[in-house]
């Protein structure tokens, strides 16, 4: 990394230059990146933060590596563990923060060319961000199925399992002696072994055509979405808002690093672009 290199499309690295292009009106297409650490503020803890993230914290959970809980096979085994966590990361217990609120205010501009989320926490949906300009990568916890027979599963029984953490089976009818299927029901979550779902391969097109990317609160471990940043064009000028710098971010003469929190950072981009005080109003009426 040469952070003396000039960058091409800003006039400099930083929050008010990205501002400026932006207010320029020569930025229409934004891309935004999305993990959980846009949804730490809201409550709900990340995977990898050491000491508050939830690999830290699953031991409880009786699980033979942190990553198990997510593991198809694991869960064939023992759902206990999954539903466990479902119980606390579920929709409907959580309100969407600042960062989220700020992509809600791209695409209300008509600029938001298109969000890739890694979250399952459905908050993008309740900032209320048009669901055609969501990809949710990981999939969802909003619709849910049998692992066996692929029968969807009705969603208020689905949220009182949830609620109760206990483990929903499939009641579809079969032929069998018992007359249903009593397979394991799985939120149409992305685990690990399964494919991500087709949104994210017949939308990652998108990501090459962006005039400006945000990644935001991911640690870009996860592949492939983590090789989504790597998409846009080398001139497309790219800002992280981050607690620690990830992936490639920072390499490229237009990246932007603004290391923190990603509220905080989000803040101050809002503020430079004039919208500081819509934000905070469209944030405090939702
Ligand atoms: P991760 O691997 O836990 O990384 C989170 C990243 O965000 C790290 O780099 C942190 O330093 C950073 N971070 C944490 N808090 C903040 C903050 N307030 N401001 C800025 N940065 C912060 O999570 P990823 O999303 O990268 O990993 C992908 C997994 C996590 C996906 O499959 C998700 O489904 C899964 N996940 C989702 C949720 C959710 O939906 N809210 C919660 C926990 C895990």
């Not at 934004?30 to 995977?47: K, L, N, Q």
């Not at 299927?181 to 087709?198: N, Y």
Request: with cysteine; aromatic share 8%; proline share 6%.
């Amino acid at each position: 990394v040469n952070d003396d290199t000039p960058p091409r499309t800003l006039s400099e690295r930083s929050i008010s230059a990205v501002a400026d292009l932006i207010n320029s009106g020569k930025v229409r297409r934004v891309v935004v990146m999305t993990g959980a650490g846009i949804s730490t503020a809201a409550g709900i803890p990340d995977f990898r933060s050491p000491e508050t993230g939830l690999y830290a914290n699953l031991a409880s959970l009786d699980l033979p590596e942190p990553e198990a809980v997510f593991d198809l096979s694991f869960f064939k085994e023992n759902p206990r563990p999954f539903y466990a966590l479902a119980k606390e990361l579920y929709p409907g217990r959580y309100h969407p923060t600042v960062s989220h609120v700020f992509i809600s205010l791209l695409a209300s501009k008509n600029l938001l060319h298109q969000l890739f989320t890694q979250n399952i926490d459905c908050l993008e949906r309740a900032a209320g961000i048009p669901e055609d300009l969501i990809v949710e990568a990981h999939g969802s916890f909003a619709t849910q199925r049998c692992v066996e027979c692929k029968t969807t599963y009705d969603d208020d029984k689905m949220r009182d399992h949830v609620r109760r953490g206990d483990v929903p089976r499939c009641e579809a009818k079969t032929g069998g002696l018992e007359g249903v299927c009593d397979g394991l029901v799985k939120p149409d979550i992305v685990f690990f072994g399964e494919q991500l779902p087709r949104s994210f391969f017949d939308r990652m097109p998108k990501a090459a055509q962006a005039d400006l990317v945000l990644v935001m609160g991911t640690s870009l471990q996860v592949h492939p979405f983590a090789s989504l940043p790597n998409q846009a064009m080398e001139y497309v000028p790219r800002v992280l808002f981050n607690m620690e710098r990830v992936g490639t971010l920072g390499s490229q003469a237009d990246d932007v690093l603004v290391l923190g929190d990603c509220d905080t950072g989000v803040r101050k981009l809002a503020d430079a672009l004039g919208w500081g005080e819509e934000l905070e109003k469209v944030w405090k009426e939702l």
